[in-house]
């Protein structure tokens, strides 16, 4: 590891103080741009705002040549740009939303740019690889890397394209950039990109004045609410539909008395950027949005985002959850989950192509591990992403108010096998009924009376089978069926066979009575 104090650093730490005015290099920011300077490619895996921007910005400006930086997004590109000129760093883009291609063409011709942005689809046209050929490269920098595989939650095919142009300049030094990637995604970025096994770079991804905490969804509403009153600072809720976000605005402004505004693509965009704007400028506003909202907003001081419902991916939540606290200050993150969640993503999976089902399910196996933890949930985070961090953190509501654990093996095999012999086509309120030997009109017209597992369900053991539903249902091995019953999947059979224990955790009760803490 390369020490920030490291002598062969001093002219790198000399142009950063010339050109972008910092005194000094934050983080991992020094061992890759080291690492860039002495031509060794490498990928860089930063949280955002751990300033990646300036690992490839400054070696473009000492080193010969041009830094051709691949990038996704239009907008994105053009406020690099605006940034880059600021600092005096000769850059510039050659984009569908460009009028100047000419002028630039012409500079990096005659070698006058440090930096030219261009999106990935330029990378496969043929004209594009004799353009880059007429003057000299110093770097390839391809940013949001992850896009190039397939493991990653935002794959773009045309970043594939991107290999065999780099590999065109072999010579030439590759710095691959992300946020966002886990093991997998990580190993597959560096193979697809040809960047050696010892050329990866992690910095630190905690938060540790995030407090984490995760909980079944009873309701939503209250929940938030009682979230909302210990919390008067500025927040953020997402929710995963449209309808669902103008919902639940309207009744936490109801129920709180604050001001809550809502946030979709379905809103026209006057409304969406009036409500985005009145949020960032105020202390106290919450907003309810889907995932749309949040990328490139620079607010510092959001004391709390909540998820209605799973996120995406691990990656997905680290992210959005990452939008509390940047100040510095403590700042909360509440999921509040259901099994209904995972249900919904399961069921999916059978709609997504089998190339990739695979990854798909890893990443909502790693999700259920997240919700489900008895452990610290911000040492299930770390290690997502690759880190060795300590068992607990003390920040996080496992650590804090730590929860049972119970093996249920005994009732999960019941409730399987109920699901089993009921055809797997009933939902849990019908399997409930069923195992507790319910006096009902349904289960005796279906002659589940009959079964041998009508009634071997006692009333102690059945206040647990929602959550345990519940988990099975994250865990994916009980599987909810288009019509709303419950089938058999994942590890059922094992746990049926017992070859497999079923732990569930328990919500330590002293938190769950107290109803201010309910939600945070
Ligand atoms: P990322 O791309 O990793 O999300 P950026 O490159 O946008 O992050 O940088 C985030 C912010 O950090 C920017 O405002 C940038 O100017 C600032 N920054 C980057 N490096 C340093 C540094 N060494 N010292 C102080 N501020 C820095
Ligand atoms: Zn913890």
Not at 136 to 146: N, Q, R, T
Not at 232 to 260: H, S
Not at 277 to 294: K, L, N, Q
Not at 389 to 405: E, I, K, Q, R, S
Request: proline share 6%; with cysteine; glycine share 8%.
């Amino acid at each position: 590891e390369i020490a920030d104090s490291d002598p062969a650093l001093a002219p790198a730490r000399e142009e950063l103080r010339r050109v972008f005015g910092f005194d000094d290099f934050r983080g991992r920011q020094a061992q890759v741009v080291t690492r860039v300077l002495a031509g060794q490619s490498t990928l860089a895996v930063m949280p955002t705002g751990a300033g990646k921007s300036l690992t490839y910005q400054l070696p473009a400006t000492m080193l010969p040549g041009t830094c051709l930086v691949v990038s996704p997004l239009i907008a994105l590109m053009h406020d690099q740009l605006r940034a880059a000129r600021a600092n005096g760093i000769r850059a510039a883009t050659l984009t569908s939303a460009d009028a100047d291609w000419r002028e630039t063409q012409d500079a990096f011709r005659s070698g006058e740019l440090d930096l030219l942005y261009v999106a990935p689809e330029r990378a496969s046209q043929p004209a594009f690889r004799e353009f880059l050929a007429s003057s000299p490269l110093s770097l390839f920098a391809v940013d949001e890397a992850h896009c190039v595989s397939e493991w990653g939650h935002d794959f773009r095919p045309d970043y594939r394209q991107l290999r065999p142009l780099m590999d065109a300049f072999g010579h030439v030094p590759r710095l691959a950039l992300t946020a966002t990637a886990d093991r997998q995604t990580r190993a597959d970025v560096m193979s697809q990109l040809g960047i050696p096994d010892d050329g990866l770079v992690l910095a630190g991804f905690d938060r540790p004045n995030i407090r984490y905490a995760v909980r079944p969804r009873d309701n939503a509403v209250r929940q938030l609410t009682a979230l909302m009153k210990e919390q008067p600072g500025p927040g953020i809720v997402y929710a995963p539909t449209r309808r669902k976000v103008e919902d639940l605005a309207e009744k936490l402004a109801a129920a709180t008395g604050r001001q809550v505004a809502p946030y979709h693509a379905g809103l026209d965009p006057a409304t969406r950027a009036a409500n985005q704007a009145a949020f960032v400028a105020s202390e106290d506003r919450v907003i309810v949005a889907t995932v749309a909202f949040g990328m490139g907003i620079d607010k510092p001081d959001v004391r709390f985002v909540a998820h209605v419902g799973v996120p995406k991916s691990v990656e997905g939540y680290y992210q959005e959850t990452g939008r509390a606290g940047r100040d510095g200050d403590p700042a909360h993150a509440v999921m509040l989950w259901g099994a209904g969640d995972f249900a919904t993503a399961r069921q999916r999976l059978s709609e997504v192509d089998e190339a990739r089902r695979g990854a798909e399910r890893a990443r909502l196996d790693a999700l259920a591990g997240l919700v489900e933890t008895a452990g610290c949930r911000r040492a299930v985070l770390l290690r997502h992403f690759g880190e060795d961090p300590p068992a607990t953190c003390g920040n996080c509501d496992n650590c804090l108010f730590p929860p049972g654990v119970t093996d249920v093996t005994e009732l999960a095999r019941k409730l399987l096998s109920a699901a089993y012999r009921t055809g797997q086509s009933f939902g849990l309120g019908h399997l409930q009924k069923v195992l507790t030997g319910a006096e009902d009109e349904r289960v005796r017209q279906r002659g589940h009376d009959q079964l041998s597992v009508f009634g071997i369900v006692g009333s102690e053991e059945a206040r647990m089978l929602q959550p345990l539903s519940r988990a099975l249902q994250a865990r994916g091995d009980l599987v909810a069926t288009e019509h709303g019953g419950l089938a058999l999947g994942g590890s059922a059979r094992a746990i049926l066979t017992g070859e497999s224990v079923v732990e569930i955790v328990i919500p330590p009760r002293a938190t769950r009575s107290r109803r201010g803490r309910d939600a945070a």
